[in-house]
């Protein structure tokens, strides 16, 4: 029955946007501003995307929707985390359309934006691909776990939208300042970090394939889930003990920060053996800010390896 009704939805949302469909091309033809085709690039998902002057766009992620400002483009319509994580302004004009798990394919198509911004991580978001085409709607998919992820973003963001100047003004102004960063660390021993992912429901030790995890390798630190599989499925406190890491970082994952926290406590940190671990006892477990180190940072990306820079380096 559940297979039926997934059908049965998928198919109505395909009904949906044909409804829609031509309503929606009419007012993306009134709204697209006049320009000649300028070449294309493939997305995240492997799709075609031509390039040509491009305006507003629905975002269905607050990151997204900070990356389309950053890239010098107008926001016709936001999903609701942008409201509720309230990290940067967004327009009066610009409408909620649903969730970042699951966006309103119904006002998306009324709204008409000249293109959808899309995650290729979410996978609720790549099965939207084939009815927004069907609608008449241009999208794009972006998959950003590292700053060089981030850098590409944008400068197909500012491809689109034309003002190539903010390329360099978020992008590679940036990368400058965040390859000296890294460029001190040369010559000086590497750290051993654990990285931990708090959520509410439990932990979970990542490995140097996450955006904080890359920063962190980059940074030249030995992240000792990278070479123990056992620690990478269970957070295991005797694994811990063993490794003795000397820094420990967590970030907190979902909305309830402090209901993430609380479990992490319940589940390992007011273990007795916790207090001896080495990166404990010499104030080295930290706990990240979400803004630099949970939501994608953007053009704060050097804030965030400077961040890390100064407690392995300089403050730990």
């Given amino acids: 029955m559940k297979s039926i009704r997934k059908v049965l939805s998928v198919t109505a949302l395909t009904l949906a946007a044909a409804l829609f469909a031509g309503c929606a091309a009419q007012s993306q033809a009134a709204s697209e501003p006049a320009g000649e085709s300028g070449g294309s690039f493939t997305d995240a998902l492997g799709h075609t995307v031509t390039i040509s002057r491009t305006v507003t766009a629905a975002a269905c992620s607050s990151s997204l929707a900070e990356l389309w400002q950053l890239a010098g483009g107008e926001l016709a319509g936001v999903t609701s985390d942008v409201f509720e994580e309230n990290r940067f302004e967004v327009p009066d004009t610009a409408v909620t359309i649903g969730s970042v798990k699951t966006p309103s394919v119904e006002d998306i198509i009324v709204l008409a934006p000249d293109i959808v911004l899309l995650s290729s991580d979410i996978a609720d978001h790549s099965e939207l ?69 708090a959520y509410s429901t439990g932990a979970k030790a990542k490995a140097s394939d996450t955006m904080t995890g890359q920063m962190l390798a980059d940074l030249n630190c030995t992240n000792i889930a990278d070479s123990s599989s056992e620690l990478r499925a269970e957070l295991s406190m005797e694994e811990i003990i063993r490794r003795d890491p000397d820094f420990i970082f967590v970030t907190t994952m979902g909305s309830d920060t402090e209901k993430a926290l609380d479990t992490l406590e319940k589940n390992l940190t007011s273990n007795p053996a916790w207090a001896e671990l080495t990166a404990v ?14 939501y994608k940072p953007n053009a704060r990306w050097n804030e965030s390896y400077e961040m890390l820079y100064e407690i392995l380096y300089e403050n730990g």
């Fill in 281 to 294: 006892k010499n104030s080295r477990f930290r706990i990240l800010p979400k803004d630099l180190f949970h």
């Fill in 129 to 197: 691909y084939d009815t927004f085409t069907a609608a008449g709607l241009r999208t794009v998919f972006f998959g950003i776990e590292t700053f060089d992820d981030y850098l590409k973003a944008l400068d197909q963001c500012t491809d689109l939208t034309g003002h190539k100047e903010l390329y360099a003004k978020n992008g590679t102004d940036i990368k400058g300042s965040i390859d000296s960063i890294i460029a001190k660390t040369t010559g000086k021993e590497s750290p051993s970090v654990l990285y931990i992912r």
